[in-house]
Nanobody, 122 residues
């Protein structure tokens, strides 16, 4: 089994920054990639970003491209999502997920964290 724990969410003003962390434990060797998804109030969960543990491949949703950046600390089994120039529409619960490939679809990720709330005020 793999356990994923997100942290780093909070309240920030528009234009500000936050860095989310996703710490993995357990059978982490079974995860090839980590994806970030988010769910705004009243909306379906959507893809934001995904990266391989090696860093060789990273993809971003158009809505966050140029503002969000992923990074990794393999020694700590942790993936980060640096979010800059945040907008009110970035508000939501952010989830990290572990899967076998760098993908954009939820069902392609087998392991999920509990989520962390990000609120961007205008």
């Amino acid at each position: 089994q793999v356990r994923l724990v997100e942290s780093g969410g909070g309240l920030v003003q528009a234009g500000g920054s936050l860095r989310l962390s996703c710490a993995a434990s357990g059978r982490t060797f079974s995860i090839y990639a980590v994806g970030w998804f988010r769910q705004a109030p009243g909306k379906e969960r959507e893809f934001a970003a995904a990266t391989s543990w090696s860093g060789g491949r990273t993809i971003y949703a158009d809505s966050v491209k140029g503002r969000f950046t992923t990074s990794r600390d393999n020694g700590k089994n942790t993936v980060y999502l640096q979010m800059n120039n945040l907008k009110p529409e970035d508000t939501g619960v952010y989830y990290c997920a572990g899967g076998a490939g760098v993908r954009t679809l939820e069902h392609e990720y087998a392991y999920w964290g509990q989520g962390t709330q990000v609120t961007v005020s205008s």
